[in-house]
């Protein structure tokens, strides 16, 4: 009998059974609409690996990841080129997380996977569900290339679930004119803190889009917009949020070959594990 010990691939800190656990973190390994860099489909596995390089305890949060009492449950396997059937495996089993009474931490892939997760969630929570979306781009278009099931129409998409005023965005600098306009109809767009006070009442999903950090913190990502936030300015709007009612979060658009240095991935790493601190 082998005696190892052997490399665990889960990430560092978890909870190795599902039914004690309160947040399912889930790899999401798609980017099949992605429309400039692909490849962060690549992101949960490289980011599982960068884990083990981190520190357990987070001095920002004072808590031990073992007090988040997460279960990683591993990347889903979709069917390469079918994007419908690979969302719908996204929403049943995000379904089956809130089911089991349990908050789900998606690993992304490409923003599109969003969109499942937030029509999943929605059931549970009708009305009350808000979205805080961190990106630099507004992901509000109605299609691209005719195509609606896309990674910059996630926002636009979510709205069937999610009444727009209800969705707050941090970090856009880039989109389309009539997107911006929807984000001033709308009200979306957020510039400081205290804009997000009306969501305090809400159960909030988070979605990170990482390009929302700059491409000198961020350069392993799909579509990287200058400009962006550094690492302590994201920070900072997660302590503002540590309290809200957190039902739900996601990390998307690493693009871990971008950036061989593998910084970028470092970086994605903490991001999560600070994200799983506040929820």
């Known amino acids: 009998m082998l005696k190892g010990p052997f490399l665990d691939r889960n990430w560092m800190g978890q909870n190795p059974d599902y039914s004690t656990s309160d947040i399912i973190m889930i790899g999401l390994p798609f980017d099949g609409t992605v429309s400039y860099r692909s490849g962060s489909r690549f992101a949960p596995e490289q980011i599982r690996l960068a884990s083990w390089g981190l520190e357990e305890y987070s001095p920002r949060f004072d808590k031990e990841l073992a007090e988040c009492n997460f279960h990683d449950a591993g990347d889903l396997e979709f069917p390469l080129g079918n994007t419908k059937a690979s969302l719908n495996l996204i929403k049943e089993n995000t379904e089956q997380i809130y089911k089991d009474g349990k908050r789900i931490l998606g690993i992304g892939g490409e923003h599109l996977v969003t969109y499942p997760e937030i029509e999943a969630v929605s059931k549970f929570y009708g009305n009350d569900l808000a979205i805080i979306h961190f990106d630099a781009h507004t992901d509000l278009r109605e299609e691209y290339l005719g195509e609606e099931l896309s990674h910059s129409a996630v926002i636009r998409l979510c709205t069937k679930f999610v009444?727009?005023?209800?969705?707050?965005?941090?970090?856009?600098?880039?989109?389309?004119?009539?997107?911006?306009?929807?984000?001033?109809?709308?009200?979306?767009?957020?510039?400081?803190?205290?804009?997000?006070?009306?969501?305090?009442?809400?159960?909030?999903?988070?979605?990170?889009?990482?390009?929302?950090?700059?491409?000198?913190?961020?350069?392993?990502?799909?579509?990287?917009?200058?400009?962006?936030?550094?690492?302590?300015?994201?920070?900072?709007?997660?302590?503002?949020?540590?309290?809200?009612?957190?039902?739900?979060?996601?990390?998307v658009e690493l693009s871990p070959d971008y950036d061989t240095s593998g910084c970028s991935t470092a970086v994605a790493t903490k991001v999560i594990r600070e994200l799983l601190m506040i929820m």
């Not at 950090?213 to 799909?222: A, C, F």
């Not at 920070?235 to 739900?248: H, L, S």
Request: no cysteine.
């Open 163 to 251: 009444n727009p005023k209800n969705i707050k965005q941090i970090g856009i600098r880039s989109g389309m004119k009539e997107e911006w306009d929807f984000m001033g109809e709308n009200g979306t767009l957020v510039k400081n803190y205290s804009d997000l006070d009306s969501l305090k009442n809400k159960k909030v999903f988070v979605t990170v889009d990482l390009d929302v950090l700059d491409p000198s913190v961020m350069s392993g990502t799909g579509t990287p917009e200058s400009g962006g936030m550094t690492f302590n300015e994201l920070m900072g709007w997660f302590e503002y949020i540590k309290d809200f009612d957190i039902v739900g979060a996601d990390v």
